[in-house]
């Protein structure tokens, strides 16, 4: 299976070349030409095996190319503890009757970026073989917390790739700036830069368009790429987590082979929920997709009317990891939507960059309401639903998870669709302590490292591993530099190591 570009379907990649590149040439994502087809017998085989077998299925499926036998240790690898605490790596944890979540936050750095994160280095490098790279990766990653923390743990002494990330330093939690400036490995940089998220995103793309640079790292043999979620390297992983969870229901009697459930998704870059509606295509019975917004409910109103439009407020949240106008992520939607023709992808995205703001046509919105439900959820009913699935449940939830699980409730309300809904639960509520306890009606006077402590003896819930002896962490990394600075970081960080 061959690999096309949202901007101009004749262009045809490997799925080595995708996931090398990153990018298609001409701006667009790389998408599989075709849906490999999940039968209920393949399903069936799937539910007695463990996750790592059920990922490899999965990668193997779309990854032609790779070999089977590679793509099985990979799994293993990276699917396994210590990085991963929970023996089931993905598990579901039963709420009542007909709500389950799947909490995708067990791995290294408690967020579900790490179901991706820990793979995508092994499919980089691998991609890198195929396609005769000679010269060493290095990734550059802007980030707004979550993601630079878990493509630092997946790229840590990987032979052959240097990474370097970039937060903005008044823009990040106590316990993520810790968690990237403790950074351990030899091939690792983590700089602060002076700004917040958006200057951080456009220094990194400033040096990614720069050509002269571009030379000057391929004369001392590197090249850039970019870890972030417009690499397929990173949605085919996502994938397998719909599928395991669906095993997981046949497995433990919630449904029975066939049945359709409904998950719920909080997005922001919609990568997330993207790859449900690939395992959708792929024959996964699912009834309904919810996508779940916070405060930002741009995608809530395109759900709703086939009118994307970003010219509105910007609000910072409780769920900061949803604070997003431009969903990448949803290009790939609308290549489906509009039967793969680049030229109409390209045509929204011109709209998008010039006005702000795009609209699709009727048989796309029909498509959309057929999969499709969403919701969004402010600050305070936020709080709330922490607060009221604590209290009811004695079950934790983070700020993320809350937003789905409140849209979840309005769906249920508004539609009477009382189908098996699985939530899925991006975050563990100990990496946004703050916002935990504050819903949990406790002061949060101290700083991040004192708050873990504190939501642990609140709640009798144990500290994540990984968060457990960041108190005692010292900061390995503190530059802190201009956006017209990162450049020279970047060199020196290449040179000197
Ligand atoms: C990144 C992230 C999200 C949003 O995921 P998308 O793929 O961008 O939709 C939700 N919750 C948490 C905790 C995240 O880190």
Redesign the pocket.
């Known amino acids: 299976m061959r690999y096309q570009s949202t901007r101009d379907s004749g262009l045809l990649v490997t799925a080595a070349e995708a996931i090398a590149f990153g990018l298609a040439p001409n701006g667009g994502l790389f998408v599989p030409e075709s849906f490999p087809k999940l039968t209920a017998g393949k399903i069936g085989e799937l539910v007695s095996k463990p996750y790592k077998d059920r990922a490899a299925c999965i990668l193997g499926l779309f990854l032609d190319g790779f070999e089977a036998e590679d793509l099985s240790r990979f799994s293993g690898e990276a699917y396994c503890a210590p990085g991963f605490a929970h023996p089931d790596i993905a598990p579901l944890y039963e709420l009542d009757g007909n709500t389950r979540f799947l909490e995708l936050w067990h791995g290294p750095t408690c967020?579900?970026?790490d179901m991706a994160l820990q793979m995508l280095p092994r499919l980089l490098i691998a991609s890198l073989r195929i396609t005769g790279e000679r010269r060493d990766v290095c990734i550059l990653v802007a980030t707004s917390g979550?993601?630079g923390k878990a493509a630092l743990e997946g790229f840590r002494d990987v032979p052959g790739t240097k990474i370097m990330v970039f937060y903005p330093r008044d823009g990040v939690s106590d316990v993520q700036k810790l968690q990237m400036t403790s950074q351990s490995g030899g091939n690792v940089n983590v700089v602060a830069v002076e700004g917040n998220f958006d200057d951080a995103q456009t220094g990194v793309k400033a040096i990614f368009s720069d050509q002269g640079l571009s030379r000057e790292l391929d004369e001392r043999g590197f090249f850039l790429s970019s870890a972030n979620?417009i690499n397929w390297g990173r949605l085919v992983p996502q994938i397998a987590y719909y599928v395991s969870a669906y095993c997981d229901l046949i497995d433990k009697g919630g449904i029975i082979a066939g049945d359709k459930i409904n998950f719920c998704v909080?997005?922001?870059?919609?990568?997330?929920?993207l790859a449900g509606y690939y395992a959708e295509k792929m024959g996964l019975p699912i009834n309904k997709l919810i996508c779940a917004s916070n405060r930002n409910d741009v995608l809530t109103e395109f759900i709703r009317s086939g009118v994307y439009d970003r010219n509105r407020p910007f609000y910072t949240t409780v769920?900061p990891?949803?604070d997003i106008l431009i969903s990448s992520n949803l290009e790939r939607l609308l290549f489906e939507l509009s039967n793969k023709e680049g030229a109409v992808v390209s045509g929204y995205m011109d709209a998008l960059s010039k006005t702000g703001r795009y609209e699709v046509g009727e048989a796309a919105g029909a498509e959309i309401s057929r999969l499709f439900a969403c919701g969004c959820c402010g600050e305070e009913d936020t709080k709330k639903t922490i607060a009221g699935v604590y209290k009811k449940h004695g079950y934790l939830i983070?700020t993320?998870t809350a937003v789905a699980h409140k849209v979840l409730g309005d769906y249920r309300a508004e539609s009477g669709d009382e189908t098996t809904a699985v939530v899925v639960s991006?975050?563990s509520p100990f990496k946004f302590c703050d916002s935990v306890l504050e819903a949990l009606g406790e002061p949060v006077a101290s700083s991040g490292s004192e708050l873990i402590a504190r939501l642990a003896d609140v709640t009798g819930c144990p500290v994540p591993e990984p968060l457990k002896d960041l108190r005692s962490k010292t900061p390995r990394f503190n530059e802190s530099v201009r956006t017209d600075g990162m450049k020279k970081s970047v060199t020196e960080f290449l040179v000197n190591s």
């Open positions: 967020a579900f970026k979550d993601t979620s909080p997005t922001g870059n919609f990568g997330n929920i769920s990891s949803m983070d993320h991006t975050a």
